[in-house]
């Protein structure tokens, strides 16, 4: 079972460029979640989705959209990449139901010049 | 909306004290709380999480954690700690009672000294 899984793990990117940062599950999760961490910030939710086809946005969805087409996946893209996305990326997945734990990924590292 | 404070950005132990990081919330209902740990450059892990019952909850490598409804608080507790407890840990709160969307504190770093 591999749970929660992100790719890549590592990624420099230069200003401007786009990329597309990949998660899946294989837990037949409906709710899917996408946060950063920043020093001293903590973890922030930038976008999450209830389902296939239903995305909302988090606390800073900004710079960042999301697609939800299939139940394993929920890939966040970087449109035109800016220094301040310098981040820590997580992607999480949960059942939704009260009392269930939600899983994180191992996080994926990118770095804007 | 909801918010989590945690007031302690860094702690310093002695390997075999005890330790009780700090977590308070804001949230209009019943909240449902989480402690996470983070070792350097790893995941999350999660330690222990509260939705209802018993106000005093076991997690895993023994710790605990109790809600105090009164004081808006979810402090965590361990009562010896170890070398491998060193880590950075954060307290988070799911917002509309469903336990999908989080937000978390800024994070406590904790180190333990030999």
């Known amino acids: 079972n591999a749970g929660v899984t992100q790719t890549p793990k590592f990624q420099v990117l230069k200003t401007g460029q786009s990329m597309t940062l990949q998660c899946a599950q294989d837990m037949n999760h409906e709710y899917m979640s996408w946060y950063r961490q920043d020093p001293g910030m903590g973890l922030r939710l930038i976008h999450y989705?209830?389902?296939?086809?239903?995305?909302d946005q988090g606390e800073v969805p900004n710079g960042y959209n999301v697609s939800r087409s299939t139940t394993e996946d929920f890939p966040l893209r970087l449109l035109s990449a800016a220094p301040s996305q310098t981040s820590v990326y997580f992607c999480?997945?949960?059942?939704?139901?009260?009392?269930?734990?939600?899983?994180f990924g191992e996080g994926s590292w990118l770095t804007v010049v | 909306a909801q918010s989590v404070t945690q007031p302690d950005i860094h702690i310093t132990v002695s390997e075999g004290a005890s330790l009780e990081l700090r977590c308070n919330y804001s949230y209009g209902a019943t909240p449902y709380l989480f402690w996470y740990v983070q070792s350097p450059g790893q995941g999350l892990q999660l330690l222990l999480k509260y939705f209802s019952g018993d106000t005093l909850v076991q997690g895993i490598k023994g710790f605990e954690a109790e809600f105090k409804r009164s004081q808006s608080s979810f402090n965590l507790r361990k009562p010896s700690v170890h070398w491998s407890d060193a880590a950075e840990y954060f307290c988070a709160v799911a917002a509309g009672g469903s336990n999908y969307k989080l937000t978390f504190g800024k994070g406590t770093l904790l180190t333990v000294n030999p």
């Open positions: 999480a997945s949960s059942t939704g139901l009260t009392g269930n734990t939600i899983y």
């Open positions: 989705s209830v389902g296939a086809g239903i995305t």
